[in-house]
């Protein structure tokens, strides 16, 4: 793949666009699975958790207006912050939100589906910020 010149950012807008609005769409998906799941679940967190997965959205929305730095750091932290998070409490952790320690249940494998995809997107949208903020023109 070239890396340079003008067909590269738009190689990167491409997949940051891709990936910002895959990973919200699973987000919502996923932190209804976590709602339904978990009935003590806070919903005062609901509105946070969409607000900042928006943030990356946001961030493809400022890079194609030209503010290429900023849009990849609102790519890039949220995500980087998500892959971390959900990395250990998903993968990890020994607690009840481990895919391979979950008691089986009707939503189970819709979670432990959602909670791959969101590692996936994730990792892939920590990648375009870096490599967005990395890009000498």
Do not use: C
Not at 5 to 30: M, Q
């Amino acid at each position: 793949m070239k890396t340079t010149g003008p067909d590269f950012i738009d190689r990167l807008l491409f997949w940051a666009t891709t990936t910002a609005v895959g990973h919200f769409f699973v987000v919502l998906g996923h932190l209804w699975l976590v709602v339904r799941m978990q009935p003590g679940f806070p919903k005062s967190a609901i509105p946070v958790l969409i607000f900042v997965n928006l943030l990356p959205v946001g961030g493809v929305l400022a890079m194609k207006k030209g503010y290429r730095k900023s849009g990849a750091i609102l790519i890039a932290i949220p995500l980087a912050v998500g892959f971390l998070i959900g990395t250990y409490f998903h993968f990890l952790s020994p607690g009840t939100d481990n895919v391979f320690r979950m008691a089986a249940g009707q939503l189970t494998l819709p979670f432990q589906v959602s909670a791959v995809f969101l590692v996936l997107f994730e990792a892939v949208g920590l990648w375009v910020g870096v490599r967005t903020l990395t890009y000498r023109t």
